[in-house]
């Protein structure tokens, strides 16, 4: 009579195989990508889900007062929801219809977009906001720009990760 050991132990093997190759095709929700510009290193990942809210807060430059732009992901894509700034200055909407609120300038911008790059300063010290956690992007990045996206995880990443 043949031993079966071998035969069993590639079954085995092969059994282990399809399944992990089937979990890393199997999408298990989205995550946030914050990765180097340049050399696409991944920084952190973040999970989100459908209208997560996404925010980056800095000092604006010339101003020096607080600016926030938030977005909502939303199909996988950032979608702007709101401009909040303390005062005008450059680079800030001037002709846009903008309501106040608690002190500050608001108005809802239109704009999804796949990826956002910033190049987060030391001087603007700007942080991510993800649902409701805080990143020091600044920190992160070691003031690198980085990439921001909205990606699918696998049911073997999310497991690993």
Do not use: C, W
């Amino acid at each position: 009579m043949l031993d079966s050991t071998p035969t069993r132990l590639l079954v085995v093997v092969a059994v282990l195989a399809l399944a992990v190759g089937g979990s890393a095709a199997v999408p298990a929700g989205q995550v946030l990508v914050v990765e180097d510009a340049e050399t696409g290193e991944r920084l952190q990942t973040m999970p989100v889900e459908e209208n997560t809210t996404v925010a980056l807060e800095y000092t604006h430059s010339v101003e020096k007062t607080r600016v926030l732009d938030a977005y909502a992901v939303r199909n996988g894509e950032l979608v702007m929801t709101k401009m909040e700034f303390k005062s005008y200055g450059a680079g800030l909407p001037a002709r846009a219809n903008v309501t106040t609120e608690n002190g500050s300038f608001v108005f809802d911008p239109e704009g999804s977009y796949e990826d956002l790059y910033v190049k987060p300063g030391r001087i603007a010290g700007h942080k991510l906001h993800v649902g409701d956690r805080t990143y020091d992007l600044v920190a992160l990045s070691d003031a690198r720009s980085v990439r921001l996206y909205v990606t699918h995880r696998s049911v073997l990443d999310a497991a690993l990760h």
